[in-house]
């Protein structure tokens, strides 16, 4: 009986389209990966008694602020939103990565496009900023020294941070979309989104509630153009305006 199961386990399998599976099987790990390895804790913890000690304390206990920790939380993300999926890509699949939203050009209307969804985007964000819950969440640094947030600390933390969104970009809107379209078409942009808006739960509702209608737009830009240049310059400024605005709400800003 457990053989035969196997066997037709096994014939199942075989007929499943080797790409997706690898694809979404990754999706699994890299983001269980990511959820347990960013604990900077975690890795302070993992680290005790080696010659590695006084980094892990560096990462979680920094006393001037938190950009050690969150350094550690973008590598973490880039190594697995981004450079093990190339690796996949260009050894296991042996393709180009600019089929897989890399292109190295801007679609047609690109300017005038990223113009009309940052005029929409920034009132939005501006309102969610007066909410407590999102005054609660961001900004992600924390300055603990008495130094002023406007400055080099911040400049390198939004630097950080935009190079998480690439990898987060590549992810999501290159590698698990145009690796699910050959056999999902347009499907592919909404199990793309599922994981996409899972990873924000963490966050105020109406950020995750937003999650789901940009995950469908962006990948479905990123599904026609084979670009994700315009969903991550579009990231980015959302995420600085964010943070801007939660500085000033706070009295912290200047």
Excluded at 134 to 141: M, N, S, V
Excluded at 166 to 184: D, I
Aim: glycine residues 8%; aromatic residues 18%; contains cysteine.
């Amino acid at each position: 009986m457990i053989r035969e199961t196997l066997v037709r386990f096994r014939s199942d399998l075989v007929g499943l389209d080797s790409k997706v599976l690898v694809a979404l099987l990754y999706t699994a790990f890299g983001l269980t990966c990511i959820f347990y390895f960013k604990n900077q804790n975690a890795v302070a913890a993992f680290l005790e008694g080696t010659s590695l000690e006084s980094f892990g304390q560096w990462v979680a206990y920094s006393p001037d602020n938190n950009l050690p920790g969150l350094g550690w939380w973008s590598l973490v993300v880039t190594v697995f939103y981004f450079i093990l999926p190339a690796l996949i890509i260009k050894f296991l699949w042996q393709a180009d990565l600019r089929d897989f939203g890399l292109k190295p050009r801007l679609e047609p209307g690109f300017w005038k496009l990223l113009a009309v969804c940052t005029a929409i985007m920034l009132p939005l964000v501006y309102l969610m900023s007066l909410t407590d819950g999102f005054a609660a969440k961001y900004p992600f640094l924390q300055v603990y020294n008495g130094e002023p947030y406007i400055g080099q600390t911040l400049l390198i933390w939004e630097l950080i941070y935009f190079l998480q969104f690439f990898g987060l970009e590549f992810f999501f809107r290159g590698f698990l979309v145009h690796s699910l379209k050959p056999s999902l078409g347009l499907y592919s942009i909404f199990v793309m989104t599922v994981p996409y808006c899972m990873i924000h739960f963490s966050k105020p509702m109406p950020e995750t509630l937003a999650a789901i209608a940009a995950g469908i737009f962006l990948g479905w830009l990123s599904y026609k153009n084979g670009s994700i240049w315009l969903g991550l310059i579009l990231h980015c400024m959302v995420a600085f305006s964010m943070d801007i605005f939660a500085l000033h709400a706070k009295g912290l800003l200047f």
